[in-house]
T-cell receptor, first 114, second 112 residues
Framework: NAGVTQTPKFQVLKTGQSMTLQCAQD?????MYWYRQDPGMGLRLIYYSASEGTTDKGEVPNGYNVSRLNKREFSLRLESAAPSQTSVYFC?????????????FGPGTRLTVL | DAKTTQPTSMDCAEGRAANLPCNHSTISGNEYVYWYRQIHSQGPQYIIH???NNETNEMASLIITEDRKSSTLILPHATLRDTAVYYCIVRGGSSNTGKLIFGQGTTLQVKP
């Protein structure tokens, strides 16, 4: 049981490049979330998925797309990276495990856009 | 989801109880109060949540006022490792659905 895993851990992009951040959870949770955290700031919700096959916008969705591939995986795509997207990206999953509510965050992906 | 108000920062002496307040005056009847913390640059860690009754687990206690407009997270014996940013969040439903919106949180500094 690894919890929430994110790849890559670090990434440097040039302006205009694209990339996909991967997130996977092995707790059979229904809900998954993507957040970004800028230096010295709190977390802001980008997109979330309440269940497999559904996605909804959060607070700051512009410039991002998501895909809930299956119950385990929720990916975040930057089609044309901009310096303003330099941030730490956290994935989270929330659901019911072992008879109680559980929620876990991944270790984060540190993205720099030059 | 209801908004929350927390102090920007607090200090606590090591070994003493840390009491972190949170105001959520617009909370509605089906919304839960959640607490998370974030240590340095790690991913946030779930601490505890509750609806209207006080809750306790191995990490902390959560005291919710009778009118549910405010709550207090209590770390009974704070250690240096409890230094972190603590987030109070109000969210509908107990699990599986609904947005989880973070505010600015309270930076707790535990001092020797």
């Amino acid at each position: 049981n690894a919890g929430v895993t994110q790849t890559p851990k670090f990434q440097v992009l040039k302006t205009g490049q694209s990339m996909t951040l991967q997130c996977a959870q092995d707790m059979n949770h229904n809900s998954m979330y993507w957040y970004r955290q800028d230096p010295g700031m709190g977390l802001r919700l980008i997109y979330y998925s309440a269940s497999e096959g559904t996605t909804d916008k959060g607070e700051v969705p512009n410039g991002y797309n998501v895909s809930r591939l299956n119950k385990r995986e929720f990916s975040l795509r930057l089609e044309s990276a901009a310096p303003s997207q330099t941030s730490v990206y956290f994935c989270a999953s929330i659901g019911r495990s072992f008879g109680r509510d559980t929620q876990y965050f991944g270790p984060g992906t540190r993205l720099t856009v030059l | 989801d209801a908004k929350t108000t927390q102090p920007t920062s607090m200090d606590c002496a090591e070994g003493r109880a840390a009491n972190l307040p949170c105001n959520h005056s617009t909370i509605s009847g089906n919304e839960y109060v959640y607490w998370y913390r974030q240590i340095h640059s790690q991913g946030p860690q779930y601490i505890i949540h509750g609806l209207k009754n006080n809750e306790t687990n191995e990490m902390a206690s959560l005291i919710i006022t009778e009118d549910r407009k405010s709550s207090t997270l209590i770390l009974p014996h704070a250690t240096l490792r409890d230094t972190a940013v603590y987030y109070c969040i109000v969210r509908g439903g107990s699990s599986n659905t609904g947005k989880l919106i973070f505010g600015q949180g309270t930076t707790l500094q535990v001092k020797p």
